[in-house]
């Protein structure tokens, strides 16, 4: 069972991944992509990480993606013609190079290291949500506050950087044009 | 009981697909979808390991990976939106002001 729904789950993601690649246009791209998301939410419950799965849903699925939409709309873009890069049959063969020699990389790997503490019985015993918070807010507390800071520095940026700039008004003397 | 190595396989392929649409596309906007794939499979490959290894460090580093890929959607779609307004063009092939 476990391994039909990861079958399922990766296989849909894959070709999720390579339409939101090659669809010619945006939106259907960007729905392409939805799907890709909410299937590596399944991943994650798969996995056992179930706040994850609520936060790719809530933030991935629901904030970012929205985003990505209205922008879409916003510009009304017209689809064109030439939709990929004029030489993206070379570029193509690299990534499928690269590509090759890191699966080589990645299957010949031993994949062992330290076995920590968090072992599926100690977390089921309080719930997931209960082990990543306490997790959150000790170990992580610092890097909590600076992710806090760092969005409020992303939001700013992205009202300064989109706001509309001011019409130039020569009665005012104080007014420095925007170049 | 699915091996790890399936996981990691399943990372790197998702991650190729974004770093071929990153390259190949003209549209800026799939562009920074195709970023959003890239983050993903890095989030898969660190949830796997968190997961096998009994840790919780991969689950909090794939939480500050969604939140910086907020951030990154709210700015980069701002940068786009300003550049459209000036040269009413997504194409990155057309946004070429900055090169030397």
Redesign the interface.
Same mark, same amino acid.
């Given at each position: 069972m476990m391994w039909l729904l990861f079958i399922y789950f990766a296989t849909v993601s894959i070709v999720a991944g390579v339409l939101t690649v090659a669809l010619r246009n945006a939106v259907y791209c960007a729905l392409a992509l939805l799907t890709l998301l909410l299937h590596v939410a399944g991943l994650f419950v798969l996995l056992n990480a179930e706040f994850l799965f609520a936060v790719q849903i809530i933030v991935y699925a629901g904030a970012i993606l929205i985003l990505y939409l209205f922008v879409l709309m916003l510009m009304n873009l017209k689809t064109e013609e030439q939709h990929l890069h004029k030489k993206y049959a070379f570029l193509l063969f690299a990534g499928t190079g690269v590509f090759g020699e890191l699966l080589i990389l990645l299957l010949q790997s031993p994949y062992d290291g330290a076995v920590g503490t968090a072992t599926p019985d100690v977390i089921l015993q309080t719930g997931p949500s209960h082990a990543i918070g306490i997790t959150m807010f000790s170990d992580y507390l610092l890097l909590f506050e600076v992710i806090g800071i760092f969005l409020l520095g992303a939001v700013i940026g992205a009202i300064v950087l989109a706001k509309t700039p001011a019409k130039a008004d020569p009665q005012d003397p104080a007014h420095i044009p925007m170049p | 009981?699915?091996p790890?190595?399936?996981?990691? +396989?399943?990372s790197?392929?998702?991650?190729?697909?974004? %770093?071929?649409?990153v390259?190949?596309?003209?549209?800026f906007?799939?562009v920074?979808?195709?970023v959003?794939?890239m983050l993903?499979a890095a989030?898969?490959n660190l949830?796997?390991f968190?997961?096998? %290894?009994?840790?919780?460090?991969g689950?909090?580093a +794939?939480?500050?990976i969604?939140?910086?890929?907020?951030?990154?959607?709210?700015?980069g %779609?701002?940068?786009?939106?300003?550049v459209?307004r000036g040269k009413m063009a997504?194409?990155v092939?057309q946004i070429n002001i900055l090169k030397w």
């Open positions: - | 009981m699915i790890l190595s399936a996981y990691v +396989a399943l790197a392929i998702l991650f190729m697909t974004g %770093l071929v649409g390259l190949i596309r003209r549209n906007i799939v920074l979808m195709s959003e794939i993903n989030n898969i949830v796997a968190s997961h096998y %290894l009994h840790s919780m460090a689950q909090m +794939a939480l500050f969604i939140a910086v890929a907020a951030a990154e959607a709210a700015v %779609l701002a940068m786009i939106i300003v459209f997504t194409n092939d």
